[in-house]
């Protein structure tokens, strides 16, 4: 007997990742506007990923090397800009190797209460909208443990890594009774500066979880092009067989 349409929908919501369904429904998230084809952004995005994010979560599903030739580096310069993870003798690992981190599991969840998430993936079960929506949205919160609450995730049991840029922002409420996060302390950003790096950052994290998005969009060009030539041509011989027919 087929399983029923229902059963089936059942069972992929019961299997669904946790973390889908953690977010708040009533926050309104903002679109990310982010291009995978920008070159200089996934660099820039990179570089903020390897500087803020990786001290604490792991890219275990991607190669230094592979990423280095999709961003166009030189392997050179990702062993100086990119790899800071050493290895059991404390040297640099090398860039064919997959991108983890130093923390252990053990650490991770006495600092933290839970191992920091590995983030090749992130993208692809939160989407674009949440990553960018849920980076601009760290506040001041002193009931907290580490003194920060997001408003997309409620109790979010990681500090903002990017405050140095951002600066520290409190959730106001306006007269209307709106909530809304106010910066009250700069960062080294200002805050179109620091949407834009947001906007690097998601757009490398979108990357991260497909890398061949990237290929299959440059051969979905040729694809269409060569779809376009050969309706050309089927229309035209349609015509020359059908030209005597009345």
């Not at 998230?29 to 803020?52: E, I």
């Not at 090398?94 to 991770?108: C, D, E, F, H, K």
């Not at 500066?193 to 994290?205: C, G, K, N, S």
Request: proline share 5%.
């Amino acid at each position: 007997m087929k399983p029923s349409i229902a059963l089936i929908a059942m069972v992929f919501v019961a299997l669904m990742p946790v973390s889908l369904q953690a977010a708040d429904p009533s926050v309104s998230l903002d679109r990310a506007p982010v291009d995978v084809t920008d070159q200089a952004s996934l660099q820039r995005g990179a570089q903020l990923f390897f500087n803020y994010c990786v001290g604490c979560h792991s890219a275990e599903y991607m190669r230094y090397n592979r990423l280095g030739r999709d961003l166009g580096l030189t392997e050179n310069q990702v062993a100086q800009s990119l790899i800071f993870t050493t290895d059991e003798q404390g040297e640099p690992v090398g860039v064919g190797s997959l991108i983890t981190n130093a923390m252990t599991p053990v650490y991770a969840e006495e600092a933290f209460g839970v191992a920091p998430p590995d983030l090749t993936l992130v993208s692809r079960v939160r989407g674009k909208d949440w990553l960018y929506t849920f980076l601009r949205s760290f506040y001041l919160d002193d009931s907290r443990p580490l003194g920060v609450n997001n408003a997309v995730y409620e109790n979010v049991g990681m500090p903002n890594p990017l405050w140095e840029l951002q600066g520290w922002q409190e959730k106001q409420v306006d007269a209307d009774g709106e909530t809304r996060l106010q910066v009250i302390e700069a960062g080294s950003m200002s805050g179109p500066e620091y949407d834009r790096a947001i906007r690097d950052l998601v757009t490398f994290l979108v990357y991260l979880g497909e890398p061949m998005q990237i290929e299959r969009q440059r051969l979905g060009m040729y694809v269409l092009g060569f779809l376009l030539v050969f309706l050309v041509l089927a229309y035209l011989l349609k015509k020359e067989y059908w030209k005597d027919v009345h």
